[in-house]
């Protein structure tokens, strides 16, 4: 029997919008389940198992460790591991009392937004990017701004668009490195040049670095270096291969640590214990011999897509040099990219996803892929996607 809806829900929640992947990876698990065959590159997550020796110190934990509550702020000898990361890969000091352990990025993300936002503060971000980062924001009663970037910028903001966007409400920018849905990295310079711009009007610049790691060309620099007035978040998510083991961290500056401890003793209480015994050994040599050559895999594949989704028709202005996502404007090859999205996914049984995703600026026109399987069925992809677009 339906009961009867006499609950309200709160009106921000009219402006939180689902995740159009996520009902495009429903889509094509049901047609799975009908028994068709579906090449997934929808989805935002490495197709690769978590690290054996990650699995092996969460065993190990599970046997031997009491699994009660850890501190909000993290295990401390995460904390000091996370900060002994940053000196062996970037060179860069960073004290482990600014390290804070999340349940992924996403828990950096709402902590280091909850510090900052007052009901009516802007945030600046780009358009388009990772769609919750717009929803965080609301939650906050905050306005999130999007600021178009096309390929001129690498798809990023600059601080000459910082500058043309910024007003006495604002109170900060959030860049990501390499980016979602983009794939595409800001040059270290144009990242000090919006540092400059952001905090000489008194404001803060977020990083979010969850995609280090899993770049394809110059060694990258973290933001760390820039000053520590910023605030870095990265994750095990992604180039660890942990999305499920939910876990993450936020670097941040010295004077706001406290304010975020009771933020996190409020929502959280602690990240899960054993996730962080996991943690602990990402950072071993074997585990990270294995990412390495788990990288060399995701950039062959995006070798090989890249310019076979060109000569298919996809517009592809700026090499994606990071992440696993080519993002690809289809204006060429269709009217509108969400009914492409359907149709290809429904005739082709090729899953991707649709621009409209990450934003309003041309979603319409754009479409991503993600290279989070093999080759071969990256290969088996491209096929079906040529004979589609021959039937038209
Ligand atoms: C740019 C970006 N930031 C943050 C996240 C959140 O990831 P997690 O919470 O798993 O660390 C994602 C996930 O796709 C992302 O693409």
Redesign the pocket.
């Known amino acids: 029997m339906n009961m009867p809806n006499n609950f309200r829900l709160a009106s921000r929640m009219g402006e939180i919008a689902p995740f159009h992947v996520l009902e495009i990876l429903d889509r094509a698990r049901r047609l799975e389940a009908e028994g068709r065959s579906i090449i997934h590159m929808e989805i935002?997550?490495p197709d690769f198992e978590t690290p054996p020796p990650v699995l092996a110190a969460a065993q190990r934990a599970l046997a031997e460790r009491s699994m009660h509550y850890a501190p909000a702020l993290g295990l401390p000898e995460l904390r000091e591991a996370i900060a002994g990361f940053y000196r062996s890969r970037y060179g860069v000091r960073v004290d482990p009392s600014r390290v804070v352990v999340t349940?992924?990025?996403?828990?950096a993300?709402l902590l280091a937004l909850g510090v900052l936002i007052d009901p009516g503060s802007r945030l600046l971000l780009a358009d388009p990017g990772?769609p919750?980062n717009r929803h965080f924001v609301r939650v906050l009663e905050g306005v999130p701004v999007g600021i178009p970037v096309d390929e001129q910028s690498r798809y990023q903001l600059s601080a000459t668009s910082i500058a043309a966007h910024w007003d006495e409400r604002t109170v900060g920018a959030l860049i990501?490195t390499p980016?979602?849905p983009t794939g595409t990295l800001i040059s270290h310079e144009a990242l000090e040049a919006i540092h400059a711009q952001v905090t000489s009007r008194g404001g803060t610049l977020l990083v979010?670095e969850?995609?280090h790691g899993l770049t394809y060309g110059a060694q990258v620099r973290t933001a760390l270096e820039i000053g520590d007035d910023v605030l870095v978040?990265n994750?095990f998510?992604?180039y660890f291969n942990m999305?499920g083991w939910?876990i993450?961290w936020l670097v941040a500056p010295p004077g706001m640590v406290e304010a975020i401890e009771r933020l996190a003793q409020n929502l959280f209480l602690s990240v899960s214990t054993p996730a962080q015994y996991a943690a602990l050994a990402a950072f071993s040599d074997d585990t990270l011999d294995l990412l390495e050559a788990r990288r060399r895999i995701m950039r062959e594949r995006r070798d090989y897509l890249v310019p076979e989704l060109r000569r298919l028709g996809f517009d592809i202005p700026v090499e994606p040099e990071g992440a696993f996502y080519v993002y690809a404007n289809c204006s060429a090859l269709c009217a509108d990219s969400f009914e492409f999205c359907s149709r290809l996914l429904d005739e082709a049984g090729v899953a991707i996803t649709p621009g409209v995703d990450f934003g309003h600026h041309r979603g319409r026109e754009h479409v991503r892929f993600a290279y989070t399987t093999s080759v071969e069925r990256l290969r088996e992809a491209v096929g079906r996607i040529e004979a589609f677009l021959r039937l038209g």
């Open positions: 935002g997550e349940s992924g990025s996403s828990g993300l990772y919750a990501a980016s979602n979010d969850i995609y978040v994750s998510s992604k999305t939910r993450g």
